[in-house]
T-cell receptor
């Protein structure tokens, strides 16, 4: 049971490049979340999904897009990367609204 | 007022000490509560759930005080390996109208020899 898997784990982008981060969970969870974490800032929610085919904006959605075409996958896209998007990105999923969340191992993204 | 607040610390304690963290929440309709542990540059991992009656797991005790709207985490006999950031999480659940788990910013614990 892999849990929540994020790919890639590390990436360096040049300003203006685009990329997609993949989050895959094998626990049949309904709810999935993308966070970014910067030093001293805690976790900040970018986008989330309450089920297959749904997405919603979180606290810091600008510059990101998401898709949830399959229940097990939640994709985070950066259309035109900026240095301000240098961060550690975590994906999480959970079964229900009162259950615990499980996190992926994170993606360390540097935009130069 | 932030929805979930924690003292960022750091709490700097010697091995063997007992240390306690609190986490306050603002939504009285909050339904479930958790403590997570996050090591440097790693993902948060569930430490324990927090039940109304309180619960214990080895050296760790979690308690919920609904009247005062806070949860606590007590660590006894601290080990060097307990050094980490501890995040509290509050779920408002469907009746609270929220699909988003609310994370505190974390409390840093440093255990020294």
């Amino acid at each position: 049971n892999a849990g929540v898997t994020q790919t890639p784990k590390f990436r360096v982008l040049k300003t203006g490049q685009s990329m997609t981060l993949l989050c895959a969970q094998d626990m049949n969870h309904e709810y999935m979340y993308w966070y970014r974490q910067d030093p001293g800032m805690g976790l900040r929610l970018i986008h989330y999904s309450v089920g297959e085919g749904t997405t919603a904006k979180g606290e810091v959605p600008d510059g990101y897009n998401v898709s949830r075409l399959k229940k097990q996958n939640f994709l985070l896209g950066l259309e035109s990367a900026a240095p301000s998007q240098t961060s550690v990105y975590f994906c999480a999923s959970r079964r229900g609204l009162n259950t615990e969340a499980f996190f992926g191992q994170g993606t360390r993204l540097t935009v130069v | 007022r932030k929805e979930v607040e924690q003292d960022p610390g750091p709490f700097n304690v010697p091995e063997g000490a007992t240390v306690a963290f609190n986490c306050t929440y603002s939504n009285s309709a909050s339904q479930s509560f958790f403590w997570y542990r996050q090591d440097c540059r790693k993902e948060p991992k569930l430490l324990m759930s927090v039940y109304s009656s309180g619960n214990e797991d080895g050296r760790f005790t979690a308690q919920l005080n609904r009247a005062s709207q806070y949860i606590s985490l007590l660590i006894r006999d601290s080990k060097l390996s307990d050094s980490a950031t501890y995040l509290c999480v509050v779920n408002n659940g469907p009746s609270g109208g929220s699909y988003i788990p609310t994370f505190g910013r974390g409390t840093s614990l440093i255990v020294h020899p």
